[in-house]
Nanobody
Framework: QVKLVESGGGLVQPGGSLRLSCAASGIIFSRNALGWYRQAPGKEREWVAF???????NYQNSVRGRFTISRDSAKNTAYLQMNSLKPEDTALYYCHVGVIWGQGTQVTVSS
């Protein structure tokens, strides 16, 4: 059974940083593309960042230069490093592989 578990969310002030983690079981990250998505209250879920099986990355324009997606094959864990956070980054963040979604981790950016 494939399972994704996100962690690392929390409350942070504007300009702060957080690192989200996505731990996988039942699937080998290095052989699969992975995406991070987010959903803010009252809004649709949106794509944030992507890493291909070969390591190619891409980002939504609003986070490019502030967020970095990566993965550790030895730990079978993916990460989303988020710097210079803004209030509009507040959302529930999910990782996604194939048809599998994690349960999400809440990120709140507020002073």
């Amino acid at each position: 059974q494939v399972k994704l578990v996100e962690s690392g969310g929390g409350l942070v002030q504007p300009g702060g940083s957080l690192r989200l983690s996505c731990a996988a079981s039942g699937i080998i990250f290095s052989r699969n593309a992975l995406g991070w998505y987010r959903q803010a209250p009252g809004k649709e879920r949106e794509w944030v960042a992507f890493i291909s099986s070969s390591g190619i990355t891409n980002y939504q324009n609003s986070v490019r230069g502030r967020f970095t997606i990566s993965r550790d094959s030895a730990k079978n864990t993916a990460y989303l490093q988020m710097n210079s956070l803004k209030p509009e980054d507040t959302a529930l963040y999910y990782c996604h592989v194939g048809v599998i979604w994690g349960q999400g981790t809440q990120v709140t950016v507020s002073s």
